[in-house]
């Protein structure tokens, strides 16, 4: 009995469940108590559970936010790629299809990777069979690519890519997460100015529709499903294999942080570090350019991103944010060198130096180490263990990522680091507040994901808090509204990065807007038009007409 015709017999099993509170989510199913004992009579291979530490797991995110939306009924181990595309192709022949979601590491916020009362796949799964991350993560040397599982960390393809001198160009700032992820939603960091953001640099995709087909897409085959998919939110299909273009790697990064007591200095000068052809003394003189807002006592939580400083420059930082009125602004930086194609440490000395003689920072408030380019990438790391050891890792996150048009981060700065977060001394140990600018021109506007295309710049802003103590969830979620309704008074337009919306018409008005809601719609009734895939966002919980 092959997978597809067991879960055949599967929906055949399904009891179809209705009633007020669960009427948001058309066709709405639970699978008959006796599903695992009559696949295991049928002699199909025990890939589903429905056990209650199963499905709880499978429902709950790093958000660690109650999001009141019904646990998922199964969650599917898939053995290979065609596991997938049959549970799919038994959603589409049940009457009432039942949803399917991808998740990976489960680093969505609002329970985005959830699927109410249907059934989660376990990406991970694909990479835990015998010669499984052999088999799914493979280096082309000549190629110049690397072709990754869907379910693989990003922090495995680095070493992948490294043990050939090689590398991929674009990047998040948490390595830990799968590659159809972060591609799910877009991958940005630091060098997200130069080479554009991790959807700007795929080659391939293998990818399952929400009808079940198993297609290879490109920009020069299947491009329509290939754009779809990038930045898609998992709505139009399950990723399972990408590939990734390499370069050669750089050996060492020479990383920087300078201080600065105003926005306007610190935005000015990043501005002129991502222009990268705009010919200044310091266009382009670094690879990774961020930055992010110190506030006074963020505390153990606000410093989680590396132990960058010793205990005395901590000291004198935490004083001149003081004496800045409670806010300082950091730029962070790398310049990378060593490698086999790159020039060596005697010119990343020149570099530095015009950098540390060019930019506006507050002298005497800049900070160097030298690291490996590895360890550079996966510095997040280190913060994350120390958390996880302090018992601060596993706590509500209600984070808030934000793109800004260049011409208002001022405005957003005076009005919500300076002002919101700074009120009522309600800061306390909230987490990493992040600030930098982004180049549009190295967006694809074809892909599904949604970005400010005013103007050629735009800034990502990440308040990206932890709720650590009682209280602090409700205050920080309030804060979030409030920072929302400060951008839409003030008339700064924004768009929500990893976004959340909790019916269907925010997501139309808010955040797509008229041309691409229609997009959407489009190519949601062409790859998924029963809406079987990650209903969890709440961006179609039923079949289209």
């Known amino acids: 009995m092959t ?59 790093f958000g660690n936010v109650s999001d009141a939306q019904p646990a998922a ?10 596991d997938i595309a049959s549970l799919l192709r038994a959603s589409c022949m049940h009457p009432s299809p039942f949803p399917v979601s991808a998740r990976g590491c489960g680093h969505s916020t609002r329970g985005q990777a959830s699927a109410p009362r249907g059934v989660v796949v376990d990406m991970l799964s ?37 043990a050939h001198g090689l590398t991929p160009r674009a990047w998040t700032d948490y390595l830990h997460l799968t590659v159809g992820g972060t591609l799910s939603n877009a991958g940005i960091s630091g060098q997200a100015f130069r080479h554009g953001p991790q959807i ?6 293998d990818v399952i529709t929400g009808l079940g087909e198993m297609v290879t897409c490109s920009k020069e085959k299947h491009a329509d499903l290939f754009d779809a998919v990038l930045g898609g939110l998992g709505q139009f299909g399950v990723i399972t294999r990408a590939r990734i273009p390499l370069i050669p790697a750089p050996a060492r990064a020479r990383w920087v942080r300078l201080f600065y007591t105003g926005a306007a200095a610190l935005t000015g000068d990043q501005e002129r570090l991502i222009g990268v052809d705009l010919g200044t003394t310091v266009s382009g003189l670094m690879d990774y350019v961020e930055g992010s807002v110190v506030l006074a006592d963020q505390g153990q939580v606000g410093s989680w991103r590396s132990s960058f400083f010793s205990e005395a420059d901590a000291a004198r930082i935490a004083a001149l944010a003081e004496e800045a009125g409670g806010v300082l602004y950091c730029l962070e930086g790398s310049l990378y060198y060593g490698g086999a194609a790159l020039a060596g440490e005697s010119d990343v000395d020149k570099r530095l130096e015009v950098l540390l003689r060019e930019l506006r920072y507050a002298r005497g408030f800049a900070f160097v180490q030298d690291v490996s380019y590895a360890g550079f990438l996966d510095r997040v790391r280190d913060g994350e263990l120390k958390l996880r050891a302090a018992g601060l890792w596993d706590v509500p996150h209600p984070w ?58 735009f800034y990502t802003v990440g308040i990206l808090r932890s709720a650590v103590s009682e209280g602090d969830l409700g205050r ?17 337009p924004c768009v929500q990065y990893l976004p959340y919306y909790a019916a269907q018409a925010g997501w139309e008005k808010k955040h797509f807007g008229p041309a691409k809601w229609a997009r959407l719609v489009e190519r949601k009734r062409k790859y998924d ?10 961006i179609f919980t039923s079949p289209l007409a």
């Not at 920072?483 to 839409?488: G, H, K, P, S, Y």
Request: aromatic fraction near 6%; glycine fraction near 8%.
């Open 529 to 538: 038009p029963k809406a079987i895939l990650s209903r969890g966002q709440r």
């Open 200 to 205: 700007s640099n795929v080659q391939e995709l």
């Open 126 to 162: 694909l990479g835990c069979q015998v010669g499984g991350s052999a088999t799914r993560l493979s280096v082309s040397v000549d190629g110049r690519y690397v072709d990754a599982g869907g379910e693989q960390l990003w922090v495995d393809v680095l070493r992948a890519a490294l």
């Open 73 to 82: 009924a199964a969650v599917l181990y898939p053995s290979c790629p065609e």
């Open 476 to 492: 920080l979620e309030e804060q979030n509204e409030e920072i929302l309704r400060f951008c839409e008074e003030a008339g700064i």
């Open 400 to 457: 808030l990522n934000l793109f800004l048009p260049r011409s208002r981060v001022l405005d957003f700065a005076d009005g919500v680091f300076h002002g919101i977060l700074r009120r009522d001394g309600s800061t306390g140990p909230m987490g990493p507040i992040l600030v930098y600018p982004l180049n549009r021109d190295r967006w694809d506007g074809d892909t599904s994901a949604v970005f400010p295309e005013e103007e050629e710049v």
């Open 3 to 61: 997978l597809i015709a067991a879960l055949f017999v599967l929906s055949c099993l399904l009891k179809t469940t209705t009633s007020p509170a669960t009427s948001a989510y058309s066709g709405a199913w639970r699978p008959a108590s006796s599903l695992l004992h009559e696949l295991c009579h049928l002699g199909v291979r025990p890939l589903i559970r429905d056990d209650a530490e199963a499905t709880a797991l499978a429902s709950a995110d």
